[in-house]
C-alpha cells in the first residue's frame, strides 16, 4: 500500500501543521487557478498552431556548426516565435548571452548618434543603466552619441500619458517601457495599459520604435505587447519562454526592419541573422518555447500560493494575493536578516539539485549590500525555475519566482515555510 500524501510529506521534511496551514490557503485558490489553466490552454494552442504554421519537422532539430548557413531548425525556430508573437519576424539565438544582451542590441542597433531613447516606465532595470550610459560604462550608448530620459510612472504606478506626450521630441527615435517590475516594488504593467501607451507615443509620432522589455511576462496573459502595437518584445531565455529547456539565449520579435537591425549588432552589418550556428540547441528551443505556456502557469500558481500563505502569516506581500498577476515575481517582506536566511535555505533544501547546500549570503559584484540566492537549478541562474534572492538590508524582502512545474513549486514554497518555523520565525496558528 501507499504512504499517505501528509505521511509522504513528512518524510520529505514537511510537519504535519505546515502541511495543513498550506492546504486550507490552497483550499482558497482554486478559482484563481483554473483561470490560469485557462490562460494555459490559451496559449498551448497559440505555440501549437505556430508549430503548425512553420511547418516544424523533425529535420528542425538537427543543427548546425561554424558559420550556421542554412539552419533550418533556427529559421523555423524564428518563424514560430514570430507567429507565436503575431510580429513580422524574430530572432531566437543561443548567441543572445542573456536578456540584457537581447535589449542592448536591440536598442544599439536601431538607435543612431544624436538619437534620443526615452523610457516611460521609469527606471529601467539595473543591468541597462549601463548600456544606456545612466551609469557611465564603456561602450554605452551615450558614448555613441544617444540621449537618454526617462519619464516616471504617476504615484499610483500607471503610465503618465501627459508627461509622456511632453517629453517627446524631434529627437526621440525610440521609446522603452518595461512590463515587469523586476527588482523595483511599483506594479507590474499589464499589457492592455503598455498597448494605451504606445498609442499616446504613436498619437505624437507614429515612427517611434516602441520596445518592450518583456522579460518575466511571456505567456502570463493572452496577448503579448506585440498584439498591442509594440515594434519590438524583447527578452531571455532562461526565463519563461525557454520553458526550463533553453540552456541560454534571448529573444527579440517584431517588426523585421527593427529586428533586422538589431540582428546587424548581434552578429555585424552585411551579415545580421545569415549566420550563427545553433550548436545542437534547436531542440531544447522548440521543446522549451512548447512547454512554457505551462510551466509560465506553475510559477504563476506558486507566486501566488506563497503570497496568500504570507500574507496569512502577517508579512507584506508584493503583488497581494488577491491582485492580478502580469508577471511571475514574487515579493515578500520577511522584515529580518534571519527570515531572508531561512526562506532561502528553505527553497535551496526543496530544490530538485542542490538541495544538501547551505546558500550564504555574499558580496556580489555591482550590489551595495550582500546578496543570498537560493536555486537548485538545472541551469544555471535559471529563474524560470523555483529560486529566490535578496539584498540583505531593510526591509529585507525576498524576491522569488519560478517553478517547473506546480507540485515542485509548491513542495518548495512549504519548505521556506518549515525553515522559518524550525528558525522560531512563524506562528501557524
Ligand atoms: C531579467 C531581466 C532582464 C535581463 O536580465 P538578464 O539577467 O540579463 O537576463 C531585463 N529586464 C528585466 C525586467 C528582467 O527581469
Redesign the pocket.
Known amino acids: 500500500m501507499s504512504e499517505t500524501l501528509e505521511a509522504l510529506y513528512q518524510s520529505a521534511g514537511i510537519d504535519a501543521d505546515v502541511f495543513e496551514f498550506c492546504g486550507d490557503v490552497l483550499e482558497t485558490l482554486s478559482d484563481r487557478f483554473e483561470k490560469i489553466d485557462r490562460t494555459a490552454e490559451y496559449n498551448q494552442i497559440k505555440v501549437i498552431d505556430a508549430f503548425h504554421r512553420a511547418r516544424v519537422s523533425e529535420a528542425c532539430f538537427s543543427g548546425t556548426t561554424g558559420y550556421g548557413y542554412n539552419d533550418l531548425g533556427r529559421d523555423k525556430l524564428e518563424e514560430v516565435y514570430a507567429a507565436a508573437f503575431h510580429a513580422e519576424a524574430a530572432l531566437v539565438r543561443p548567441l543572445i548571452a542573456?536578456?540584457?544582451?537581447a535589449?542592448a542590441i536591440a536598442l544599439s542597433g536601431n538607435l543612431r548618434p544624436g538619437d534620443e531613447l526615452l523610457s516611460i516606465s521609469g527606471k529601467p532595470?539595473d543591468?541597462?543603466e549601463e548600456v544606456i550610459g545612466i551609469r557611465p560604462a564603456r561602450g554605452s550608448l551615450a558614448e555613441y552619441g544617444v540621449t537618454y530620459r526617462q519619464v516616471e510612472l504617476k504615484a499610483d504606478g500607471h503610465f503618465d500619458h501627459e508627461a509622456i506626450k511632453s517629453a517627446i521630441s524631434s529627437k526621440t527615435r525610440m521609446v522603452a517601457i518595461?512590463r515587469?517590475k523586476?527588482y523595483e516594488s511599483r506594479r507590474t504593467l499589464s499589457v492592455s495599459e503598455i498597448g494605451e501607451a504606445i498609442q499616446t507615443v504613436k498619437s505624437v509620432n507614429p515612427d517611434i520604435i516602441c520596445m518592450v522589455?518583456n522579460?518575466?511576462g511571456e505567456f502570463v496573459e493572452r496577448i503579448e505587447p506585440t498584439d498591442v502595437g509594440a515594434d519590438l518584445a524583447v527578452g531571455?531565455l532562461?526565463?519563461n519562454p525557454g520553458g526550463g529547456l533553453a540552456p541560454s539565449g534571448g529573444y527579440i520579435c517584431g517588426k523585421k526592419e527593427h529586428v533586422d537591425n538589431a540582428a546587424y549588432r548581434m552578429t555585424c552589418p552585411g551579415l545580421g541573422s545569415e549566420i550563427g550556428p545553433s550548436l545542437g540547441l534547436n531542440t531544447s528551443f522548440f521543446e522549451g518555447f512548447f512547454l512554457a505556456p505551462t510551466v509560465t502557469a506553475s510559477a504563476l500558481k506558486a507566486a501566488i500560493f506563497a503570497a496568500c500563505l504570507y500574507e496569512k502569516l502577517g508579512f507584506a506581500v508584493i503583488p497581494g494575493g488577491n491582485e492580478s498577476r502580469h508577471d511571475i515575481i514574487q515579493a515578500v517582506t520577511l522584515g529580518s536578516k534571519e527570515g531572508i536566511l531561512a526562506f532561502c535555505r528553505g527553497i535551496q533544501k526543496g530544490a530538485p539539485v542542490d538541495s544538501f547546500v547551505t546558500p550564504e549570503p555574499w558580496d556580489m559584484p555591482g550590489y551595495d549590500d550582500p546578496v543570498i540566492m537560493a536555486a537548485g537549478a538545472f541551469v544555471e541562474g535559471s529563474?524560470i525555475e523555483l529560486s529566490a534572492d535578496g539584498p540583505i538590508r531593510p526591509p529585507y524582502n525576498v524576491y522569488f519566482q519560478g517553478g517547473l512545474t506546480w507540485p515542485s513549486a509548491k513542495y518548495g514554497i512549504m519548505m521556506s515555510l518549515q525553515s522559518m518555523k524550525d528558525e522560531g520565525l512563524i506562528n501557524l496558528r
Open positions: 542573456c536578456g540584457t544582451h535589449l532595470y543591468t541597462l518595461q515587469s523586476g522589455d522579460c518575466y531571455s532562461i526565463k529563474s
